[in-house]
DNA sequence: CTAGGGTTAG
């Protein structure tokens, strides 16, 4: 039945085996059944996650062929796996094609060129797309009005985005910890912490519970800001909540710390990080701020002490304490 | 077995 051919499908299509799914499908046609479309979305979605997008979009004609037609649902993903690869340009080819065959792109479609357009910089496309949804009489989601808040904030465009945020309580679309998120990380960036501070308070007032990305962005933020210490009061007050900053934020955080004069703090914190499994601790850029926090601290009464005995537990290299330059 | 696709930091 069609219903024992949809199986197969499901555990093929799980396989990501494109060749194999379109042999059951040319053997679902000739026998007239149906296959469940939703198969097809995942199988896309999981070769695109794999790198296979090619093998993606191949599987796409063949189903073409066959006379059996992907949905606005499959292309989003084709069109989203292509975004994510860097190829935002094919993913608008493909939205222009399918477009012209009489597709009626839906929100989610655009929502994911406008984040295309976005995660390559290209800030002017992203709002093209936003306003080519408008034209076509399309609603804009609390997705798409926190997508165009990061655009028009890395764009200098922070009044927009603020606007953005009005806009939203007036349509009643409900601000998320994502919007706050972005307009904070946005002010601050725009060097507009007080600003940042409000709107955080203004989130809690909400019942909008910051998350761990809401207080990486805000500790991040208020150090970019030179305002470290009202970060550490944050900071501390994540740890509480159990969030913990990962490796590389808290790197950032202690270079902020030992810069502002806090080299207590800051050793006491660098001492966690290096306790932790380093296990992608190559990173050139984590080594890096390592080095640079480890100079100043070594070089620094309160704290050398500290540092020393962290070099004899084998958790920083002696080359790091000496000046470095020949390290790496 | 009629849904499945989209967003935040560094």
Request: aromatic share 8%.
């Amino acid at each position: 039945t069609e219903f024992t051919y949809n199986s197969l499908f499901y555990g093929i299509c799980r396989r990501k085996d494109p060749n194999g799914a379109s042999d059951l499908l040319r053997e679902m046609c000739t026998n007239g059944h149906r296959p469940w479309i939703k198969n097809c979305t995942e199988m896309v979605q999981q070769l695109c996650f794999s790198g296979r997008i090619t093998e993606a979009l191949g599987f796409l004609e063949e189903m073409l062929k066959m006379g059996f037609l992907p949905d606005i649902v499959t292309y989003s993903a084709a069109m989203n796996g292509l975004c994510k690869t860097g190829e935002v340009d094919n993913a608008l080819g493909l939205f222009r094609d399918i477009s012209a065959k009489s597709y009626l792109p839906d929100v989610v479609a655009h929502n994911i060129l406008i984040n295309g357009f976005r995660l390559s910089g290209k800030l002017n496309e992203a709002q093209e797309i936003m306003e080519e949804m408008l034209e076509k009489g399309l609603f804009p989601s609390v997705v798409t009005y926190n997508l165009m808040i990061d655009v028009w904030c890395k764009s200098g465009n922070i009044e927009k985005a603020v606007d953005c945020l009005n806009k939203m309580v007036d349509e009643e679309k409900s601000p998320t910890v994502v919007t706050y998120t972005s307009l904070i990380d946005g002010l601050c960036g725009a060097g507009r912490p007080d600003e940042a501070i409000v709107l955080w308070h203004k989130m809690s007032d909400k019942s909008c519970a910051p998350n761990k990305i809401a207080y990486t962005a805000f500790v991040n933020g208020l150090c970019k800001c030179g305002r470290v210490e009202t970060a550490l009061t944050y900071y501390e007050e994540m740890m509480t909540k159990g969030f913990v900053l990962d490796t590389f934020s808290c790197l950032y955080f202690i270079n902020a710390l030992i810069s502002n004069g806090n080299t207590t703090k800051g050793c006491e914190l660098l001492k966690e990080v290096l306790q932790r499994d380093m296990t992608q601790g190559d990173d050139l850029k984590m080594v890096g701020l390592i080095n640079k926090a480890v100079e100043v601290l070594s070089k620094d009464g309160r704290t050398s002490p500290e540092i020393s005995i962290l070099v004899e537990k084998g958790l920083i290299s002696r080359a790091q304490t000496m000046g470095k330059k020949d390290g790496n």
